[in-house]
């Protein structure tokens, strides 16, 4: 799918208590509540690259660069404007060929006592022409930690960073997302289409004008801090397979060590990234039969766990090694004792 332009984009005006003006309604519904102010901002993320002049951007690639700036957004915002404010996104396509995706952004604050508000697309750096925001900041440093940090006049911090013979002078809201874990890994997303050889950059523009660029080159400053890798372990161990994904796409997949989860006895399952082409390849074309709980796989896999607001634990399946089917609870036992 070729991917040349997606506009994020913010659909209403800046009203009290209404904010179902226009042509859609983007909240029908807040739990009754009242909402007394809104905020809204428009901007573009635009993709270069060969794979995009080809028509050969990767659909997942894309699809994980979107969700990761609505993480980024809607995480910044929780953390710098609190529990009083809200931030929805809503994503559609604009119908501009050849692709683009329109993303709808509304941030409504629930308490008519709050005077200011962050404005959370500026400081990130998606709408703002000052230096200093936080993509530049990732930039500037390389993503390496903040060795030192010391309070200066107003909300700024004067920090220091392995790569840096001089201390940089930073905004204390810019600081505190740029240790956020979890918006660090919401810009890993963000930049992942940067790890495809096909793009060259991605590009955010306000108004037309550009804002920032992330190079091809600059996606490695985008990255968890090696203290939030709780552990990563890669070993060969045999799944239930009880999701397929037939279309031959690395997502979509769910395995289990055991019990189909369409049993009487049911397990946890849960999401995997399968990273074998070959394998991937084979199942778009039909030449292996995968049937959801049906179909064990021994498979060479790496599990990485985590440490952002609460542990999370990534699967990746790295290599498919053989394949079996059975619907045998016995057959199963031959794979997984504890059945």
């Known amino acids: 799918m070729k991917m040349e332009e997606t506009t994020i984009k913010t659909k209403t005006e800046n009203t009290e208590n209404n904010f179902n003006d226009g042509n859609e309604v983007l909240i029908d519904v807040m739990d009754n509540k009242q909402w007394g102010k809104s905020q809204t901002v428009e901007f573009t993320v635009k993709f270069n690259g060969d794979a995009v002049e080809l028509n050969e951007m990767d659909a997942d690639e894309l699809a994980t660069s979107l969700l990761g700036i609505s993480m980024v957004l809607e995480e910044a915002n929780t953390i710098l404007n609190g529990r009083y404010s809200k931030m929805f996104v809503k994503v559609r396509s604009s119908h501009k060929p050849p692709a683009s995706f329109i993303i709808d952004i509304a941030s409504f604050f629930t308490s008519e006592s709050i005077n200011a508000f962050v404005n959370i697309p500026n400081i990130i750096g998606f709408t703002s022409l000052l230096g200093g925001a936080l993509i530049w900041l990732f930039k500037r440093t390389k993503g390496e930690p903040v060795l030192t940090k010391k309070e200066v006049e107003g909300n700024n911090y004067e920090i220091t960073v392995n790569n840096s013979d001089n201390p940089i002078i930073i905004n204390g809201d810019v600081l505190t997302l740029y240790e956020s874990a979890s918006v660090r890994k919401g810009l890993v997303d963000m930049v992942y289409p940067l790890k495809n050889e096909g793009i060259s950059d991605i590009t955010f523009l306000e108004n037309e ?82 049937s959801n709980d049906g179909t064990i796989i021994k498979a060479r896999y790496r599990k990485e766990i985590q440490k952002l607001e609460r542990l999370r634990v990534n699967w990746e399946i790295l290599e498919v090694l053989e394949i079996e089917h059975t619907g045998n609870k016995h057959t199963l036992k031959r794979f997984f004792p504890t059945i």
Do not use: H, M
Request: net charge negative; aromatic share 14%; no cysteine.
């Open 209 to 290: 004008k550009e804002r920032e660029k992330i190079l091809r080159d600059e996606q490695e400053y985008f990255s968890l801090l090696d203290t939030e890798s709780v552990d990563i372990k890669e070993d060969i161990d045999y799944f239930l397979i009880t999701q397929s994904n037939f279309e031959g796409k690395q997502t979509g997949w769910r395995v289990s060590f055991g019990y189909s989860t369409v049993s009487a006895k049911k397990t946890y399952d849960f999401p995997v990234r399968i990273l074998d082409n070959d394998f991937l390849q084979e199942v778009k074309e039909g030449k292996r039969i995968i």
